[in-house]
Nanobody, 127 residues
Framework: EVQLVESGGGLVRAGGSLRLSCAAS????????IGWFRRAPGKEREMVSCIVSTDGGTYYSTSVKGRFTISSDHAKDTVYLQMNSLEPEDAAVYFC????????????????????WGQGTQVTVSS
């Protein structure tokens, strides 16, 4: 059974930075994708970014492109989300999620494409 554990959330002032981590365990195959989603109060959960473990292919939502950077340490099965220039609108519970993929495959941009989910970590941005 694959398990995902997020860490790194917290309180930061607007303009500041945070780095989230998502550690995966129980993986049976090397080719997988990890995505970061977030859910702000009163809003639907939305895709933020995702990465493919092997070739490093990435996707960013338009709201975070240029401010957030996703990366992976394949040896540790850990994915990071570096969040810079944080805005109050970025405040949310951030979830990491994952699914297996294949050679040349991309990471999913939709929730239904993900099979494993972490418990979430709170990010609060003060103005």
């Amino acid at each position: 059974e694959v398990q995902l554990v997020e860490s790194g959330g917290g309180l930061v002032r607007a303009g500041g930075s945070l780095r989230l981590s998502c550690a995966a365990s129980g993986l049976s195959f090397d080719e997988y994708a990890i995505g970061w989603f977030r859910r702000a109060p009163g809003k639907e959960r939305e895709m933020v970014s995702c990465i493919v473990s092997t070739d490093g292919g990435t996707y960013y939502s338009t709201s975070v492109k240029g401010r957030f950077t996703i990366s992976s340490d394949h040896a540790k099965d850990t994915v990071y989300l570096q969040m810079n220039s944080l805005e109050p609108e970025d405040a949310a519970v951030y979830f990491c999620a994952g699914h297996y993929t294949y050679t040349g495959g991309t990471c999913g941009e939709m929730e239904y494409q993900y099979d494993w989910w972490g418990q979430g970590t709170q990010v609060t941005v003060s103005s």
